[in-house]
């Protein structure tokens, strides 16, 4: 029987999930956070709990580090790279930021809400500047396009609403 191999570990990426957290309607801004210790300014993102998906860890990684609510929309990619000698891998979805600020956890010094080319310039790391300018538009577009969808749908149920309340008043009148 064969030694185990020692290196396997080392080989074994760890695992980590954040987001391109968007907050505004309009013109929506993108979260950037300063890490305490390094003083690196980054996206929204940490490992993954032990039994934890990717895509908790995700959502659990942008409140925690913007300090908002968050939903979680698609999926945008990922970022492979080496950290301290090991391979990591962190994922990506787009996320709306919802709700009033709280404390910010402690690895986390500040948060800045940025339109995406200032965005892309504050980021500290190159890996992450370029992962932003290839997936930020992608992010602004769906968040637009789900705008929109929302829009559409918000004015097509106020005009259902609308109709009832008509046949409810005719209704009403025919039968009193």
Not at 63 to 76: A, F, K, M, P, Q
């Amino acid at each position: 029987m064969a030694a185990p191999d020692r290196n396997v570990s080392a080989q074994t990426p760890v695992l980590a999930a954040g987001g391109i957290v968007l907050r505004g309607r309009k013109k929506p801004l993108i979260a950037v956070v300063q890490l305490r210790q390094q003083k690196t300014w980054v996206l929204p993102k940490g490992k993954l709990h032990k039994r934890e998906t990717a895509l908790a860890a995700a959502k659990r990684e942008a409140i925690e580090e913007t300090g908002r609510d968050v939903s979680v929309h698609e999926y945008l990619g990922q970022i492979a790279y080496d950290s301290g000698g090991q391979p990591k891998l962190a994922k990506f979805w787009r996320m709306e930021a919802r709700g009033k600020p709280r404390k910010l956890m402690r690895d986390v010094q500040a948060v800045q809400w940025l339109p995406l080319s200032k965005a892309i310039a504050k980021l500290s790391r190159p890996r992450e500047r370029k992962f932003l300018q290839r997936a930020g538009p992608k992010a602004l577009a769906a968040a637009a396009k789900s705008k929109v969808r929302a829009s559409l749908l918000g004015r097509l149920l106020a005009r259902i609403n609308y109709g009832a309340t008509r046949l409810r008043f005719w209704r009403y009148l025919l039968l009193s």
